[in-house]
Structure formats: structure tokens, C-alpha cells
């Protein structure tokens, strides 16, 4: 069984114990029998993983390991989703509720998809109008937080979400 995914997702397939996969830059070009690419990326029959957020990389996690468990169980290294020993050193990955309730009175405004699903998950007040801030993605040029997009950020998804928490908590949570 041929598996292949893209730089920006093999970080998931190593967590979720995938061996033998293959990584590809061109995943349109290539012929595989299970394809993982990042949500946005336009290839048909991939299976596609959000990686925006920590929930997210949760999920993508399971969805790897259930997707090659049913097509190949021989490619993982644990015989269940249970073995997966995964932490990332963060309150944002084990108990975020008193995070999320402490960020709802801050107002913010955003531009970008990623940037939204970022800032909805740390529990900020997402609005259009009276913001206390504005976040953007650093290829925007406009005069707000500028937080790095995919391509200024490492290609483990893991080290780049928490980078993205850690640097919006830095800019956002202080300021009040």
C-alpha cells in the first residue's frame, strides 16, 4: 500500500505511528492509495486534515489512524488509537476553559479563516466593529497584529500551532 502525504502533514502521520509513507511536495502528481493533505490544498481523493488548531490536530490525528487502520493496519505501529502517548506542553492542549473564559471580554477582529478558527478556539470575542484588536496573517499589509502564515512558520504542525497560540496569547492576553 502506497501512503503519502505533504511536509506540512507528516508531523500527524509520525504521531499517529504511520510507518512507511512517503513525502511528497506534488501530491497532485503523484498515485497513491491514501493521500493526507492539508484542507485547502486542492487534490481530489485525499483525505484532507484541518491543522489550524490543537482540537483539530486532535482530530487529524484519530483520522489518520482510522483511516489507515481500515486500509492497512500493517502500516501502524500501534494496534489502537488508545497506544497514541501525544502531549504538547501547553494549557491550550489539556485545559483550556479558564483560558477561553478569561480571553471572551477581549474583542477581536480578524482576517483570515485560519486566523478565525485560531482566535474562536482560544475563546476571544470574535466581532466586525470596536475591536480591541485586529489580527491578520503576515502577508496581509495592513496596520494590525500580523501573525505568520504556513510559509514563515516550521513544518511540523504541532510546533506551529503552538507557536501561533503562544505569540496571539503574547499580543492579545497582555495588552487589557
Known amino acids: 500500500m502506497r501512503i503519502l502525504t505533504t511536509p506540512m502533514c507528516e508531523g500527524i502521520l509520525r504521531i499517529a505511528g504511520v510507518m512507511g509513507y512517503h513525502v511528497t511536495r506534488k501530491p497532485q502528481d503523484e498515485d497513491a492509495d491514501i493521500l493526507f493533505v492539508l484542507s485547502e490544498t486542492p487534490v481530489g481523493g485525499a ?37 497514541i502517548d501525544f502531549e504538547v506542553c501547553s494549557p491550550w492542549w489539556h485545559d483550556p476553559a ?43 499589509e495592513l496596520d494590525c497584529i500580523r501573525v505568520p502564515s504556513h510559509r514563515n512558520l516550521p513544518v511540523d504542525p504541532v510546533k506551529r500551532a503552538l507557536f501561533r497560540y503562544t505569540y496571539l496569547e503574547r499580543k492579545l492576553c497582555t495588552k487589557l
Do not use: W
Not at 489507515?68 to 489502537?80: A, F, I
Open 47 to 83: 483525505v484532507k486534515l484541518k491543522l489550524n488548531t490543537f482540537p483539530q490536530i486532535r482530530e487529524a490525528i484519530g483520522t489518520v489512524f482510522r483511516t489507515v487502520q481500515d486500509l492497512d493496519p500493517g502500516s501502524l505501529r500501534y494496534s489502537s488509537a488508545d497506544e
Open 98 to 140: 479558564g483560558l477561553r473564559e478569561m480571553n471572551s471580554k477581549i474583542k477581536v477582529r480578524v482576517y483570515s479563516d485560519f486566523l478565525r478558527e485560531i482566535v474562536g478556539d482560544m475563546g476571544f470575542n470574535i466581532v466586525d466593529l470596536n475591536e480591541d484588536f485586529t489580527v491578520c496573517p503576515d502577508y496581509m
